[in-house]
């Protein structure tokens, strides 16, 4: 029997090996060849550590590759630590046993591959033919790549999850754990019903959200409908996705996704404007949705920012989303009044101030129905006397002529009163100013124009005799509220409101509130919002819903109140909590904040900065119109034009007032009946809405 030259080789060894071995520490215990022995055992002792701490089979075969080697080195060893030859020849017994080991065991030729030679002289077993394996009903022969066949297995194995088959697998390029599959289901003609994204994603070991299911749309040549599925498995790119997403990646997954903070929205386009430090994100929906729906406090969250920092704004067109967010709130800024800006353009359009995304803001001198009104509302403070000589300034500019009167009297009004045709304080003023624009009213209705014939007033249109008339009634409920002239004021008003735009006469209304139980009536107010631009400021929160329900804004519409302060918290306030500092001084700086409603939702801006501590002649003409020498002998005529300032007349409010030295504080002895003599109650009955204004009516029963 012929013997593997392996195997005749390291029996030759063991034999010839073990007398060396044995006298090698006997005879010569510090010669080289006993050093070698040593240091081929210490070699063994490490291949024993490597083959131990390797994750790799075959640690069994390793050790017993190497023990030759280091029991060697033990009987080297014990051989030199007995005296001589040992007891009974202890040493050579030892060499022989090591020898009888490896001719036994033969680890070198018997364990060096996992797998035996065949002996040479077995004859080679006769061959034959082996059955084909059966295909599984999972893994139909339709010529499928290798691809293919291989995810087929995979989810063989796997159990078929949702009783389906795969009928294509693709793979994704660049993405080694990406794949799509069209599956249909293991029973002809049935849905797939059971099948799950938890199913897919144990199938191929990766997370529920790398797992998407969606119905296969029939094509041709290829079935559809509910027996079929289409599955995308993305790991790797839902795992780039969220390192690195692109920004429609980051828009979509962020903010138009369900629940988001503009649901449906997707990604159009990202545009920086570098001048104005302001980032434009432009998104669209579907235009089956209707209106974008945006969660303004939401969208702030997503961009890294709070809603009232006012730094982000949103402007809806249609279909359409503009986020605007600015690097610092635009309503900080101080946007200085000038001439330029306060003069009106050719359709009597004047910039008031900037929208929240960077916009104009404009008001008008007159509309496409005769002059213009006006609603000024703000609490004390809010830059209601600045947004008033905003206007003053833009009907002055443009050639009307203008007049002034305030219940009460303070600084800023009073500069303003230079630049007007007349300036006055209180309600005796403000009722003299309001007959005069009644009587204009009649009179202007029988002025002919150029071509002798009479006409609504329209700038348009040559040939007008007259200039237009913008009247300014400040702090106007607090004289509608007066005693003995209140009501006839707001009556007054109401006439001027309903009339007054078609002869050139403009009413500006400037106070604190337009409700309607504080003492407007309802046809003032709807006449005063319907000829004018209103611009509402610095409205305390719990009345911004009130407030704009008043002017008739709809409920949708109804925009969130604006924060105290526009500048941004100052950071460590932690720090100064732990040092027992206090919180530094806020800053308010919403002076000239609040809304411009000229369409049917109100947009946030903040008004031009008059500055009248320098000075305001720059901002307004040089003369100042006044009106038509034949208004003014018309007015004179009926009474009504001298100097408003004096006390009241004989007669002008009927029987003659008690104390006419202080007009204000005068009483009727008895109430008159004439048109312009006989004073209205104090309170009309269809204007007490509020226990406030009955107890003043009855107060003022009592004194008549």
């Given at each position: 029997m012929s013997v593997?030259?392996?195997?005749?080789?390291?029996?030759?060894?063991?034999?010839?090996?073990?007398?060396?071995?044995?006298?090698?520490?006997?005879?010569?215990?510090?010669?080289?060849?006993?050093?070698?022995?040593?240091?081929a055992g210490a070699a063994g002792i490490g291949g024993w550590a490597l083959a131990y701490t390797s994750d790799e089979p075959g640690t069994g075969r390793k050790f017993l590759r190497w023990s030759p080697l280091v029991l060697a080195a033990a009987v080297d060893v014990a051989?030199?630590?007995?005296?001589g030859w040992g007891p009974w020849g202890l040493d050579a017994l030892l060499a022989a046993g090591w020898a009888a080991a490896g001719l036994l065991v033969m680890p070198y030729s018997r364990h060096t591959r996992r797998r035996h030679r065949p002996a040479l002289a077995a004859?080679?077993?006769?061959?034959?033919?082996?059955?084909?394996p059966a295909l599984s009903l999972a893994q139909p022969d339709d010529g499928a790549d290798q691809f293919t066949r291989q995810v087929r297995w995979l989810w063989e194995n796997r159990g078929m999850p949702g009783r389906t088959i795969v009928f294509k697998?693709?793979?994704?390029?660049?993405?080694?754990?990406?794949?799509?599959?069209?599956?249909?289901?293991?029973?002809?003609?049935?849905?797939?019903?059971?099948?799950?994204?938890?199913?897919?994603?144990?199938?191929?070991?990766?997370?529920?959200?790398?797992?998407?299911?969606?119905e296969a749309v029939r094509q041709y040549g290829r079935e559809g409908g509910p027996a079929w599925k289409e599955v995308d498995v993305t790991p790797d790119a839902n795992e780039r996705r969220r390192r690195t997403p692109t920004a429609h990646e980051w828009w979509a997954d962020r903010i138009g996704a369900a629940g988001g903070p503009v649901p449906g929205s997707q990604f159009v386009r990202e545009v920086r404007d570098h001048a104005r430090r302001v980032t434009h994100y432009i998104a669209q929906v579907p235009e089956e949705t209707g209106e974008p729906r945006v969660n303004k406090h939401a969208l702030a969250a997503a961009l890294c920012t709070k809603y009232d920092e006012g730094r982000l704004f949103v402007t809806t067109d249609g279909s359409q989303v503009l986020v605007s967010l600015w690097d610092s709130s635009p309503l900080a800024q101080v946007f200085p009044a000038t001439r330029e800006l306060l003069t009106?353009?050719?359709?009597?359009?004047?910039?008031?101030?900037?929208?929240?995304?960077?916009?104009?803001?404009?008001?008008?001198?007159?509309?496409?129905?005769g002059a213009a009104h006006g609603i000024f509302v703000a609490p004390s403070g809010g830059g209601k006397t600045q947004l008033m000589g905003l206007h003053v300034a833009a009907d002055a500019l443009w050639g009307a002529v203008v007049m002034l009167a305030t219940e009460a009297p303070d600084e800023k009004t009073a500069a303003l009163g230079r630049h007007t045709a007349r300036y006055g304080v209180g309600a005796l003023y403000m009722i003299r100013l309001l007959r005069a624009m009644a009587a204009l009213m009649e009179i202007r209705g029988e002025m002919p124009w150029e071509d002798g014939q009479v006409?609504?007033?329209?700038?348009?249109?040559?040939?007008?005799?007259?200039?237009?008339?913008?009247?300014?009634?400040?702090?106007?409920?607090?004289?509608?509220?007066?005693?003995?002239?209140?009501?006839?004021?707001?009556?007054?008003?109401?006439?001027?409101?309903?009339?007054?735009?078609?002869?050139?006469?403009?009413?500006?209304?400037?106070?604190?509130s337009i409700y309607v139980q504080d003492g407007f009536t309802q046809l003032l107010c709807e006449n005063l919002r319907e000829n004018s631009i209103p611009v509402v400021l610095k409205v305390a929160p719990k009345k911004v819903g009130d407030m704009f329900k008043a002017l008739g804004i709809a409920p949708e519409h109804i925009p969130d109140p604006l924060p105290r302060s526009f500048s941004p918290d100052e950071k460590g306030?932690?720090?100064?909590?732990?040092?027992?500092?206090?919180?530094?001084?806020?800053?308010?700086?919403?002076?000239?904040?609040?809304?411009?409603?000229?369409?049917k939702q109100p947009e946030v801006l903040r008004t031009l900065f008059m500055d009248f501590k320098a000075g305001i002649d720059t901002c307004f003409p040089g003369t100042i119109a006044t009106l038509t020498g034949y208004e003014i002998r018309e007015l004179q005529a009926r009474d009504l034009w001298f100097d408003w300032t004096e006390p009241p007349r004989p007669g002008e409010f009927g029987p003659e007032l008690a104390g006419s030295e202080d007009s204000e504080d005068?009483?009727?002895r008895k109430n008159g009946n004439k048109r312009r003599g006989g004073p209205k109650p104090a309170a009309r009955r269809d204007a007490v809405t509020s226990p406030r204004q009955a107890l003043e009516a009855i107060r003022n029963l009592t004194d008549a």
């Open positions: 593997p030259r392996s195997v005749a080789l390291e029996r030759t060894l063991y034999t010839l090996a073990a007398p060396v071995l044995a006298a090698a520490a006997n005879l010569c215990p510090g010669s080289p060849l006993n050093t070698a022995v040593q240091l051989a030199k630590n007995t005296a004859p080679a077993p006769a061959p034959q033919l082996q059955p084909a697998a693709t793979a994704h390029p660049g993405m080694p754990n990406d794949l799509s599959l069209l599956l249909r289901a293991f029973e002809a003609g049935r849905p797939i019903s059971g099948l799950t994204q938890e199913a897919v994603a144990a199938a191929f070991g990766v997370d529920v959200s790398d797992v998407t299911i969606r009106p353009d050719k359709d009597g359009r004047w910039v008031t101030g900037y929208l929240g995304n960077g916009q104009p803001a404009r008001n008008r001198v007159y509309t496409d129905r006409h609504e007033w329209d700038p348009a249109r040559p040939g007008c005799p007259y200039r237009m008339l913008s009247a300014y009634l400040d702090e106007f409920l607090s004289a509608a509220r007066h005693g003995y002239y209140g009501a006839e004021i707001m009556d007054l008003a109401e006439l001027v409101s309903v009339k007054g735009r078609k002869y050139g006469v403009g009413l500006k209304v400037a106070g604190q306030r932690i720090e100064r909590i732990m040092r027992g500092e206090p919180e530094p001084p806020a800053d308010s700086n919403t002076g000239g904040a609040g809304w411009i409603v000229e369409g005068a009483t009727p």
